[in-house]
């Protein structure tokens, strides 16, 4: 089998191909790249840039298949690559986030081997369109990312996916390979890269993506469920995202309604089915009626809804459903079937003849995901039933507060429809809620009955 080697250092592309199972090693290149175009498109350009790095690792090596790229970030006719310091990378980005930006990516691959040496050279192009971006969302961007490496001084596989409204063209382009037409330059040269990518969905990613996979069992859904994140990893996470929303929302100065919702949230947390985390309870200024919880315990409340609940029963019952996505581990499966999905999408870009594969997958990873919240939904108001109860609670506050929510929802302006429902029903939850209670049903509650019963 011919060996594979990447004319790059950068990890973006190094990651790309890694997902495929592809073996390869990295050859080091020192070309001084070409800046400005010159007579040449941009096309040109960068086809020009990745060829010259192509050569330079070919004659390093005996034999092989030589991949290398270059990618240039294009605005109203200007070039911009990788900044050469952070005040660049601020001026750069402020720039790009302002109007709509073109990303090309030469790629040039060679084959070399008993004495010939055989050269492909092609490109993509990519429209990208940001949000325009102020001096202190950059600021925050770059606290959490480094521009330094990057062209266009943003990634759009991590947290610049944030202000990325749109793009036309080859998602994998910008990240800095684009992975279709290289699969079409490697079929030239009979590489089997197909069989590569199907070693890999059934041999290789099980062990990359599932290492440190663990199997439990879930005393709440009462399945056998695998988990990609230990318990430390989960808290690791929520307590990063903890620190973002410290910066981004403001919380509650009001003492009082701290330690209301403290004092109920222990309670609830002490007869959690989870108790191996701290549980983190906290109050945002935001007249918006919602919670929301985070991986690892952190349940956030905003004071709207507070200013809704009728009594400490109702308050209870909210923190208890929030105290139930975490027991169940709803965020982390939601986040372990998106990266899942990341992969399907790698595999769907570089299969031949797929056509609109691509648009279906999407349309049925929305479906499933908004599906899967459904469900989650009517678990946390039965576990959220349950832990009020088994904490003093009357968990008949689940049902007085679902159907106040119910006419707030009622009383909010119209906005457009959705093709997608993210939530159950009210009648739906009310009904999870008293078959919990073990209580009789009547015919209100069979409206929009979910097929799938709720032990």
């Not at 001096?135 to 991590?158: C, H, M, R, T, W």
């Not at 969905?201 to 399945?223: A, D, M, Q, R």
């Not at 904490?391 to 159907?403: E, N, R, S, V, W």
């Amino acid at each position: 089998m011919r060996k594979i080697y990447l004319a790059s250092k950068s990890k973006a592309r190094k990651d790309l191909l890694k997902m495929f199972g592809l073996k390869f090693k990295v050859i080091p290149v020192k070309v001084k790249e070409r800046k400005e175009r010159g007579n040449l498109s941009f096309p040109q350009l960068v086809k020009l840039n990745a060829q010259k790095k192509a050569e330079d690792a070919a004659g390093k090596v005996k034999s092989g298949i030589i991949i290398a790229a270059d990618t240039i970030c294009v605005q109203d006719g200007k070039i911009s690559g990788k900044p050469k310091n952070m005040q660049h990378a601020r001026r750069m980005l402020k720039q790009l986030s302002s109007r709509v930006q073109r990303l090309y990516t030469g790629l040039a691959v060679i084959e070399k081997g008993k004495g010939k040496e055989k050269l492909l050279l092609d490109h993509e192009e990519t429209k990208v369109y940001m949000d325009k971006l102020s001096n202190a969302e950059i600021s925050d961007y770059f606290k959490q990312v480094s521009p330094l490496d990057k062209a266009g001084s943003f990634d759009i596989q991590g947290k610049g996916a944030f202000f990325v409204k749109r793009i036309d063209g080859c998602f994998y382009n910008v990240v800095g390979l684009p992975l279709r037409k290289l699969y079409l330059m490697l079929k030239k040269l009979d590489v089997k890269v197909f069989a590569f990518i199907l070693y890999t969905t059934f041999y290789i990613l099980p062990t990359v993506f599932l290492s440190g996979c663990s199997t439990e069992y879930n005393l709440v859904t009462k399945l056998e469920e695998k988990y990609y994140y230990s318990t430390d990893q989960e808290i690791k996470m929520g307590r990063s995202i903890d620190r973002q929303v410290q910066r981004e929302y403001k919380f509650s100065n009001d003492p009082l309604q701290q330690k209301r919702v403290q004092d109920i949230g222990k309670k609830i947390a002490a007869v959690s089915d989870r108790k191996e985390i701290d549980y983190h309870f906290q109050v945002l200024e935001d007249e918006q009626v919602n919670a929301v919880s985070l991986p690892g315990g952190y349940v956030y409340v905003n004071s709207g809804l507070l200013d809704k609940v009728a009594n400490d029963d109702e308050l209870a019952c909210v923190l208890a459903h929030e105290v139930g996505h975490i027991v169940a581990r709803h965020s982390i499966k939601k986040l372990q079937a998106m990266q899942g999905y990341s992969i399907l999408r790698l595999l769907v870009a570089v299969t031949p003849g797929t056509g609109d594969v691509g648009s279906a997958a999407d349309a049925a990873f929305t479906q499933f995901l908004l599906g899967y919240s459904r469900e989650d939904e009517l678990l946390a108001d039965q576990l959220g039933a349950r832990y009020a109860r088994l904490a003093g609670y009357d968990p008949h506050g689940m049902i007085t507060f679902l159907t106040k929510l119910q006419d707030i929802n009622r009383r909010m302006p119209i906005q457009e429809k959705s093709y997608y429902k993210t939530h159950p029903y009210v009648p739906d939850r009310i009904r999870v809620v008293k078959q919990e209670l073990g209580e009789s049903i009547d015919f209100g509650d069979y409206i929009n009955i979910e097929q799938k019963p709720h032990e």
